[in-house]
């Protein structure tokens, strides 16, 4: 089978690339998806607040993703579901397993868009004995909202991210205890409409600078042994307590989904773990996009479509070889403040605005984030307030990088006088 | 009367303190107009979305997600879980499809947050 643009993935960045590579004039578009049905995890995610700025709406999680599996089918996308992509070559092979067994596809373009991971147990070390009852919070959303199970009865939330804030509302409104949610930061990594719906709603208790240090039972999870942490992180020894429950869920973080990525030789950054892309989504190999969560970790769907028509336009430019000549590239670098800029690198001479999504490393509040080009100032942006848990974006427009030659650094600085009396002006 | 609050109008979170003086309300810790506005509602009459699942069958699927179509005071939640709990649909749905209309007399439907096929 031969197709334009196909697309590894039917969750919204899947589904958000495949209808801009056919809006675009790709002549066919393919998505694989390994699940029954597309719509990736926003199927799960029966919560509000998806949506506002995409729709101008707030939507649940199916919703969404039921607006763009129409969109898909509207456009004429084709589909493979319960198929699962095993490898792709340089030269855009692709080995898929599906129900009728091991089809061969080749592309002109590839789109990225596995999205991504929990971390599990094993990723983060927990001691104890191995019973059952300890899942992420996602497999827990997923047997609750799609399957029909209850997870538990008395349950203790580790890890204080948006899916364990949801889940402790999900779970309390199904009939369950939670008796806690431990938090080994000083501060919650989930937003804080969260907090305050998820938790304070139902007088859940947060744990700040809190870890749990072993888990018991015999068979079944029977509690878990908690402990106040030191600013290095290390249990305090006297500062334990032990907290009866069946269940343990983990909200403890998401990772890039990437091993066929790799595989075929995309380069990946260490810090977002996804692959290093440029302003059209492109990876180091030529003809071959990605984005959404497979790039880095989004906070909010409407974000993850927007970056997935940047990828799904290009890639079908590519394989209807309009692309335009790539002229020359620079570099964007994490200043002093900042902990990762994507797309890395930028075409200087690009005819759309390029959007910086960033992350900072900490809490700042009455900062401005500064763009520079050597010791050139290209933009600073006032910021009020800025949290590592919610993304920064900064626009560069096509008439600012033709004054750049080499790399942009952003980092995050003190604002001074000045700034102030322009701010309040 | 006073209540402490955390603001969620946006992602600054102001802890806010709501003071009841006779008829008025006094917020405090608030940066800006709209906190006030938050503050004040949710100390007279908190409202929330509800989002659930309930039963399906004819269909692949076993739950069907649901949303209230608007907000709802805020002590009905557990009320309308045990409502919620008892209800059974046939597929198909369409997403919309109101599953319960006026529900304990608030004026607000249960819909259909997804489309459900019927199993052939």
Redesign the interface.
Known sequence: MKYDVVVIGGGPAGLGAAVEAKKTGAKNVIIIERD?ELGGIL?QC???GFGLHEFKE???G??Y??KFVNMAKENNVEYMLNAMVLEVDKNKNIVVLCENGVNYINAKSIVLAMGCRERTRGAIDLPGTRPAGVYTAGAAQRF?????YIPGKEVVIYGSGDIGLIMARRMT??GAKVKAVIERGSNSSG???N???CL??FNIPLLLQHGITYIHGDGRVEGVTISELDNTKNPIEGKETFIPCDTVLLSVGLIPENELSSDMGVELHRGTRGPIVNNKMETNIDGVFACGNVVHVHDLVDFVTKESRIAGKNAALYALDKKAKQSKLIQTIQGEGVNYIVPQYIDVNCEDEVSLLMRVKDIYSNKKLVVKCGDKIILEKKR??M?PS?MENIKISPNMLKFIDSSLEVCVEEVDVTMKEVALA | MQSNITCIVCPMGCRMTITKIDDRFNVEGNTCKRGEKYGIQEVTAPKRMLTSTVKIEGSVLHMLPVKTSDSIPKEMVFDLMDILNKVRVNAPIRVGDIIIEDVLGTGVNIVATRSIQKIS
């Open positions: 029954r199927n029966i919560h509000n707030e939507l649940t199916p919703e993703a039921e609750m909202n799609i399957e029909g409104l199904e937003l804080t409409r907090i305050v719906q304070d709603d009020n307030h949290v919610e």
